[in-house]
């Protein structure tokens, strides 16, 4: 039986929910792995190395490898641990999340404190123009 999932109407977000973390649970599992300081360097020495010797898609390795983290989103990874990978990078979760929106960090910031995104006609993909 199906499970209903209302918030799958809801445009431009990505859910973790059981479907997501059986998905993304080997590209999740590798961020973990950049918690230790030699896994961190063995990532910044060969990317690609490091990647293969997790089983993750080739297109989760190339969104990791490209840092396209809306991509990793997609593809299963939970945002808090992908936050790992900017970490390593060198990068803050604000950064992050303003690469993620296509604003500069500084505008990213500026929009939460005025309150975040308006949410006019940004409610539900059901009520979207065709």
Known sequence: MAIDKPYKDIPGTI????????KGYHLNQFCMSLMKPENRERFKADERA?????????????????????????????????????????LTFQQM?????????????????????NIEGNRYLHEQKK
Do not use: H
Request: proline letters at 1%.
């Open 15 to 22: 859910i973790f929910d059981s479907e997501q973390a059986s």
């Open 50 to 90: 490091y990647l293969d010797e997790w089983p993750m898609s080739e297109e989760q390795k190339q969104a990791v490898m490209s840092r396209d983290l809306n991509r990793c989103m997609a593809l299963g990874g939970n945002i808090y641990v992908l936050a790992k990978i900017g970490a390593t990078d060198g």
């Open 97 to 117: 999340a303003g690469s993620m929106t296509g604003m500069s960090e500084q505008e990213y910031r500026d929009m939460m404190i005025n309150g975040g995104r």
